[in-house]
C-alpha cells in the first residue's frame, strides 16, 4: 500500500473509532450491590448516568460509602472491557498493521 493510500486509512480508521465512542455513549452498563440496594448505571465510556441507593442505606453511611465504590468500581470495570473490546475490533479491523502503532488509539 503506498503512503497516500495508509494515510487515507489511517484517517478513516480514526472516524471510524470517533464514531465508535459516540456510538458507546448510548451502551449503557449496570451494575448493583449483593443485595440490590445499591444500583448504578454507566455508558460504556465511563460517564455514570444514574445512582438508585434504597432508604434503607440511608441509614447506615459506612455501608453506603462501601456499596459506593464496590458496584462504581464493577461497572467502572465492565465499561471498561465493552469500551477496549469495541475499540480495539474498529482499530484491528480497519487499521493497515504498521509496526510500533498497536497501541495509538488506546
Known amino acids: 500500500m ?41 455508558t460504556a465510556n465511563r460517564t455514570i448516568k444514574s445512582i438508585s441507593i434504597d432508604d434503607s442505606l440511608l441509614e447506615d453511611k459506612e455501608q453506603l460509602e462501601d456499596y459506593l465504590i464496590l458496584v462504581l468500581n464493577k461497572a467502572i470495570e465492565k465499561a471498561t472491557k465493552v469500551n477496549e473490546a469495541e475499540l480495539d475490533a474498529v482499530a484491528k479491523m480497519d487499521m493497515p498493521m504498521i509496526p510500533g502503532m498497536d497501541n495509538l488509539f488506546k
Do not use: A, F, W
Open 2 to 42: 503506498d503512503l497516500m493510500g495508509m494515510m487515507g486509512k489511517l484517517r478513516e480508521t480514526q472516524q471510524k473509532i470517533e464514531d465508535t465512542k459516540q456510538r458507546l455513549n448510548t451502551v449503557l452498563i449496570d451494575e448493583q450491590s449483593s443485595d440490590g440496594t445499591l444500583k448504578v448505571t454507566l
